[in-house]
């Protein structure tokens, strides 16, 4: 059955195992020189406590703001992003067997109706979960995938 509110506002998570070292794969989230390569295509600056950077799309002519809250080295981020309907996105580091890394992300504070909150869980997932599998292509294997830019190409129609 369904209704017209929620008992409580969504909560995106996504994980991945990265099979390389904790301080490894944070880097490659903090340094845009690295998450460049398989997520947004610049970025003002690193991720660093209290920076405010902006992330663009180029390929789809989208941006969004920024602000860095916590930085646990190696550990742990949390942000603030999209000041227009803001969100806050944690990512945490878990050192595991053998040296891999479990990377888990959390994104809370949905606005909107019921119906825009679940949306925006749903479609953050999606996002994240192909930007999990992007950062472990490339730093399991030096592969760059393409995943975020093919997400939405121009020239398909139904």
């Known amino acids: 059955m369904l209704t017209d509110h929620l ?5 995106l998570t996504a994980q991945m195992v990265i099979r390389r070292p904790a301080d490894e ?7 845009p020189e690295i998450t460049t390569r398989f997520w947004f295509t610049r970025s003002s600056g690193r991720l660093e406590p ?4 902006t992330w663009e799309w180029e390929m789809y002519g989208v941006s ?5 809250v916590e ?4 550990r742990r981020i949390l942000v603030e992003w999209n000041p227009e309907a803001p969100t806050r996105v944690e990512w945490r580091f878990v050192p595991g067997p053998d040296g891999h890394t479990l990377v888990k992300i959390t994104e809370s504070g949905y606005g909107g ?3 825009e909150a679940v949306s925006r869980a749903i479609d953050s997932m999606g996002g994240f979960t192909m930007v999990l599998a992007a950062a472990k292509a490339l730093l399991e294997h030096g592969i760059v995938l393409t995943v975020v830019a093919d997400a939405f190409p121009e020239g398909y129609s139904e």
């Open 7 to 11: 008992t409580r506002p969504p909560v």
């Open 25 to 31: 794969v944070f880097r490659a989230f903090v340094d």
């Open 50 to 53: 209290g920076a405010r950077v």
């Open 64 to 68: 969004t703001v920024v602000t860095v």
């Open 71 to 74: 930085v646990e080295e190696d």
């Open 113 to 115: 109706s019921a119906d």
